[in-house]
């Protein structure tokens, strides 16, 4: 009987192991949603959310990047000096009569900085002013959970996975001695952490954060087809994209690939 009690002991802790072991590589490099926690929240521009294109991340025209009005200023505590460009959000109104009933939350990517005013109270004003946790919305993502007339209003939040359509995206700027990438349309985390580059006649080349979501390379890549090697700030999983750029590529363009973070 010990001996069977034993084997049978043995045999189910084997199977929680591999358990175990199976579940660690399905989730492994996936992000999951975190908790929610309270910030506050307000907006800026118009309905045409013209003022929120460009923006501290370099995304440059909003509609054209795939990104649209669901977007928002992060203040620095959560800006992160630019690695928390394209991270996404869940935000609900709460506790605040300007809440709009029924309205669970609305979700929006971190496109933009919303700094500091020192000039002003961080209760009275300075609403950006660390440490504060603050996001400065678009109007058409503010106006889906509270009314505008508000001007400010208690919020939930939580960071979820960025879904999105189709792969990444690298806009390129530059010249012929300095390559600039922006990384747009990033799935997952939504953020990168390290980036390198590799041309059909070089190895890998270590790129550096320049600000925002973008990356710089002081390299003589002309004429070569480019390939990326990306790494996600939030889940360090590393994916390489390869021939990303033809031979031909050229600055002001943006070029794709199917790969994307999960």
């Not at 609900?92 to 109270?121: E, I, R």
Request: net charge positive; with cysteine.
């Amino acid at each position: 009987m010990a001996s069977s009690s034993q084997s049978w002991s043995f045999s189910f802790l084997f199977m929680v192991s591999i358990l175990a072991i199976i579940r660690q590589k399905k989730v492994a490099g996936v992000f999951w949603p975190s908790p929610w926690q309270l910030a506050h929240a307000t907006f800026y521009g118009d309905d045409t959310a013209s003022a929120t294109m460009g923006g501290a991340c370099g995304y440059g025209n909003l509609f054209v990047n795939g990104y649209g009005t669901d977007t928002a200023a992060l203040s620095s505590t959560l800006f992160n000096n630019g690695y928390a460009c394209g991270t996404c959000y869940q935000i609900k109104c709460y506790q605040s009569k300007w809440c709009f009933g029924g309205v669970p939350f609305t979700t929006v990517t971190a496109t933009n900085l919303c700094p500091p005013n020192w000039s002003q109270d961080s209760n009275a004003g300075g609403w950006c002013n660390p440490p504060r946790v603050h996001f400065d919305m678009s109007k058409p993502a503010f106006m889906k959970i509270a009314q505008w007339q508000a001007g400010i209003v208690p919020v939930m939040y939580r960071r979820v996975p960025c879904i999105r359509t189709g792969g990444l995206r690298f806009s390129f700027q530059g010249n012929g001695y300095w390559l600039l990438v922006y990384v747009m349309n990033v799935g997952g985390g939504g953020d990168i952490v390290n980036m390198w580059v590799k041309g059909s006649k070089t190895g890998w080349i270590s790129m550096t954060h320049n600000w925002g979501a973008s990356y710089q390379a002081f390299a003589t890549l002309g004429g070569q087809p480019l390939s990326f090697r990306i790494t996600s700030y939030t889940t360090r999983e590393t994916i390489i994209a390869w021939n990303v750029a033809p031979a031909n590529w050229q600055v002001g363009l943006t070029y794709g690939t199917s790969l994307n973070f999960r």
